[in-house]
């Protein structure tokens, strides 16, 4: 009972950043400032039933153009005052809270011709194969892990296959995610060294920040995940 209540209060707060990120995508559009979007994304997680925000305070981390390969930490993140293209890719993480449960969750997104195109429409090779990895990732993840597979093991495999498809990790410190907790610096990463389960936690994300060598552009993809019968699931 408690972990169906406890999941329930996870899905929840996951939710109000997947709603928010769909709104985000049907208000996106060319000549749009990206502070005027994070205050917009920011606006609508709270009118959705999150009370703060767990990441520095900052509700949506958002980088567009050139910027996407950008890794900082929450507490030097400053939004440009970038205006938004015709042709232009956008990275938007959000990091919604509720009482102390946290949501996180993060997608590159593709602008052509003024409208937001998914995956198989993107005619800009190089943005859809990034984002086609990120997805091929994502896979890997779930055919990988059990519960017995240490955040070390998920490091290390993950950054091979990343260099092996001739892609690089563009995050500061290499990892990939972290657990999910209630206080920010109570988090373990998906990094080297930490030879702690990823099953000792109840949820994780899993966050590749990924580019090809001399790009200017980067992808991620943020997902939470939980084990259920042994096996992982997406919340």
């Not at 997680?45 to 910027?67: N, P, Q």
């Amino acid at each position: 009972y408690r972990e169906r209540m406890m999941y329930m209060e996870y899905f929840q707060v996951q939710q109000i950043a997947k709603d928010t990120l769909k709104y985000a995508k049907e208000i996106i559009k060319p000549g749009m400032n990206l502070l005027e979007l994070r205050d917009l994304c920011e606006k609508k997680m709270l009118e959705l039933g999150a009370d703060s925000f767990w990441y520095w305070d900052v509700g949506a981390f958002i980088f567009a153009g050139d910027e996407t390969t950008v890794s900082v930490s929450g507490t030097e993140y400053q939004t440009s005052d970038r205006i938004i293209t015709e042709n232009d890719i956008l990275t938007i993480d959000l990091s919604p809270q509720n009482g102390n449960i946290w949501g996180d969750y993060a997608r590159t997104t593709i602008l052509e011709n003024g409208i937001v195109v998914e995956n198989d429409r993107i005619s800009n090779e190089e943005w859809k194969n990034g984002l086609l990895m990120e997805d091929f990732l994502h896979q890997e993840l779930v055919d990988f892990v059990t519960p017995n597979t240490t955040f070390e093991e998920l490091y290390y495999h993950i950054n091979e296959i990343i260099q092996e498809k001739g892609f690089i990790n563009l995050d500061f410190l290499g990892n990939l995610g972290h657990s999910i907790v209630k206080d920010k610096k109570d988090r373990v990463y998906t990094e080297k060294g930490n030879k702690l389960l990823l099953s000792s936690f109840d949820y994780f994300t899993f966050e590749p920040h990924i580019s090809i060598p001399d790009s200017k552009y980067g992808y991620k993809k943020e997902n939470i995940y939980y084990f259920q019968d042994g096996k992982l699931a997406v919340l």
